[in-house]
DNA sequence: GCATTAACACGTA
DNA sequence: TACGTGTTAATGC
């Protein structure tokens, strides 16, 4: 849990009294689009899935959330309900803050407001990126960037440079087949980007899975002026 | 053409 | 034993 340690001894000890931590089987639903918000979540173990609404909208967009990913603040914040389905991959261990525990925490801590803002602003990234990746044609690529969302720094701190996921859990949260995943895996492994064992992928160049089926190399000079001007280089992810 | 499903052999937990 | 992987063949858009 990451944003444990930006708080004081005194806070974080009130705070572990009243997380709650439940186990929860593949399948399990955590939270429902339009229920009333009452927790903020985080993965302790396993792999959740994180599906927009399929009634209102007809877009639905996955997201892989592995552990140390939180989620739910943006619902808590405006004490609004939940925008998102997420459910469970496989078994997993979930805490849950409850919300006015969060409130307390957000009115009352500086640096815990500043990780929940980077938090926003990063999943504010990865949201437009994520819709550009639903645009790629090539499904190497889509799997290259949905490993490299997976594996975000920030987001996903405690993950590290090697995750334990299955081809065909890849392929649930991809949109593709187990086989066609096995496929992209291969190439992109082929390529050094990345190495495959069993029952297990490790990264090896998070940034060049971000380059995977990109046109042109971003950082060149002036396609023309007149456009962006701060853009020196386009990388999606590296905002700081 | 390309991705999907189905089916298989094989190695691993 | 149950599961994950790598592969091939048949099928569909």
Redesign the pocket.
């Known amino acids: 849990m990451p944003w444990l340690h930006v708080l004081p001894a005194a806070e974080r000890h009130r705070v572990a009294e009243q997380l709650q931590v439940a186990e929860v089987q593949a399948g399990d639903v955590l939270c429902k689009h339009g229920r009333p918000a009452t927790f903020w979540f985080g993965v302790i173990e396993g792999l959740l899935k994180l599906s927009s609404n399929g009634s209102a909208d007809d877009v639905v967009t996955f997201s892989g959330l592995p552990p140390s990913a939180w989620f739910g603040e943006g619902a808590l914040l405006k004490h609004e309900s939940y925008r998102c389905n997420v459910g469970a991959v496989r078994s997993s261990k979930v805490a849950g803050v409850p919300a006015a525990t969060f409130e307390r925490l957000i009115e009352n801590n500086i640096a815990f407001n500043h990780y929940v803002m980077n938090q926003l602003n990063e999943r504010l990234l990865q949201s437009t990126a994520a819709r550009e990746v639903e645009r790629l044609a ?2 190497n690529a889509r799997v290259a960037r949905s490993l490299a969302a997976l594996f975000h720094p920030v987001l996903h701190p405690g993950v590290g440079t090697s995750m334990r996921i ?3 859990e890849l392929g649930a949260l991809v ?6 995943v ?1 496929e992209a ?2 190439a992109l492994q082929g390529e050094l980007l990345i190495r ?1 064992e ?2 297990r992928i490790h990264v090896v160049d998070r940034h060049g899975l971000l380059i995977v089926g990109r046109k042109r190399d971003p950082p060149h000079e002036d396609d023309r002026s007149s456009r962006s001007s701060t853009a020196g280089k386009r990388e999606p992810d590296a905002a700081a």
Not at 175 to 180: E, I, N, T
Request: no cysteine.
């Open positions: 090539d499904p299955t081809q065909q949109g593709l087949s187990r086989q066609r096995n895996l291969q495959v069993y029952g």
